[in-house]
Nanobody
């Protein structure tokens, strides 16, 4: 059974930092594209970042230079380092997995971790 378990969310002030983690199990982690997506209240799911099996990275424009996605294949864990957080970054953050590059079709997704950015 595929499991993706996110952690690391919380309340942070604007300009602050958080590191999200996603522990993966039930599939060959190193073979998969991994993603971070987010959903703010009342809005649709938004693609944030992706990392290929060979660690090539991709970001949406609004987080470039502030967020860093990386993976540890030995630990089956995905990370998202978020710096210079803005109120508009507040959302439920999910990690997702697929064997292909995608913007919206994620066969596997975790339960999410909440990020709140507020003073």
């Amino acid at each position: 059974e595929v499991q993706l378990v996110e952690s690391g969310g919380g309340l942070v002030q604007p300009g602050g930092s958080l590191r999200l983690s996603c522990a993966a199990s039930g599939f060959i982690f190193s073979n998969y594209w991994m993603y971070w997506v987010r959903q703010a209240p009342g809005k649709g799911l938004e693609w944030v970042s992706a990392i290929s099996s060979d660690s090539t990275t991709y970001y949406r424009d609004s987080v470039k230079g502030r967020f860093t996605i990386f993976r540890d294949n030995a630990k089956n864990t995905l990370y998202l380092q978020m710096n210079s957080l803005k109120p508009e970054d507040a959302a439920m953050y999910y990690c997702a997995a697929a064997t292909y590059y995608t913007w919206a079709n994620f066969p596997y997704r975790g339960q999410g971790t909440q990020v709140t950015v507020s003073s």
